[in-house]
């Protein structure tokens, strides 16, 4: 059953009431009578259900991954572009790199292709 959300972000415009940090409003809430105020200018505008989608790895399917950081050029790098804007569990993206890595295409750093091309061609 979906839960019914209802942003306060237009009460102080709505109720022409001071909400800011230092009001009464802000630190006392509103009288019942504002809110019975607030609850029929919601009632009238109608309330937009509110449905909890989970995140989950594109790859594996699990539920709620743990977040993690990589920087932008790494994960365009191993990330096909249709599948940039969606999330995997890092076990996911490590196996990605690893595939990618293992086919001689990972990410090689500038630094070394320039220091060490001498050493490369005399073996
Ligand atoms: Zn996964």
Known sequence: MPFLRQSTDLLPVRLQKDVSPGAWAYSHGLTDAQQKDWEKLLGDKGRIPFVLYPNLCAKCGTLWPEMFLVPDAEWKHYIEPQMQREMLC???????????????????RRSKQTKRPASRAGG
Do not use: F, N, R, S
Request: glycine share 16%; aromatic share 10%; charged share 25%.
């Open 90 to 108: 890092k076990a996911c993206y490590e196996q990605v790199k690893a595939w990618i890595d293992g086919e001689g295409l990972g990410l090689t």
